[in-house]
């Protein structure tokens, strides 16, 4: 079936729309947050930012468990930063087609939905080094959306782009953030 990652930077609201998809869908919700290790975590929360070889093991089993949620009927949609280039070639390693959903904005909009957010073990002060990291896929790699839209909106667009059958309307509060 369809597997999707949507992708972008800590603080764009990958999660939320991530979550929303899988609902809307009949599918299933990964987070990548969920496969760190403590260490990991322990350095983002110290303000430490992961290098290649923090993410390494990381992106291998995530890639381990897309390879299992292959044959699922249902779509999965994981929500990853997959920052590089070569992430997202070990994310879509061994799969016959994995689809990404780049969620860009501006930094100065994502900092704000950064600092909104409470008990996320990312700190908005590792956001710089998030952009600078961030190689933005080609044109035709992604499905790119502009997060500075409002979150229906977001969902709306991915919505009449990913045409998977059986997919229901999601009902969205308009207050609701998409980080």
Not at 99 to 121: P, T, V, W
């Amino acid at each position: 079936m369809s597997q999707y990652v949507v992708m972008g930077v800590s603080g764009c609201g990958k999660s939320s729309v991530a979550k929303i998809l899988a609902e809307a869908t009949g599918g299933v919700f990964l987070d990548a947050d969920d496969f760190h290790t403590e260490e990991n975590k322990r350095k983002m929360n110290a303000c430490v930012h992961l290098n290649d070889q923090d993410r390494w093991n990381w992106l291998k089993e995530l890639n381990a468990e897309l390879r299992r949620r292959e044959a699922d009927e249902r779509p999965t949609f994981l929500a990853c930063s997959a920052l590089r280039a070569r992430y997202r070639e070990q994310l879509s390693s061994g799969l016959s087609r994995l689809d990404f959903i780049y969620l860009k904005g501006s930094q100065a909009c994502i900092r704000q939905r950064m600092e909104s957010r409470k008990n996320h073990f990312m700190p908005s002060e590792l956001l710089t080094s998030q952009f600078e990291t961030l190689e933005e896929p080609l044109t035709g790699e992604a499905l790119v959306v502009s997060v500075e839209k409002s979150l229906p909106d977001i969902i709306s667009t991915i919505m009449d782009h990913i045409h998977l059958t059986g997919a229901t309307t999601p009902q969205i509060k308009s207050t609701e953030s998409s980080s």
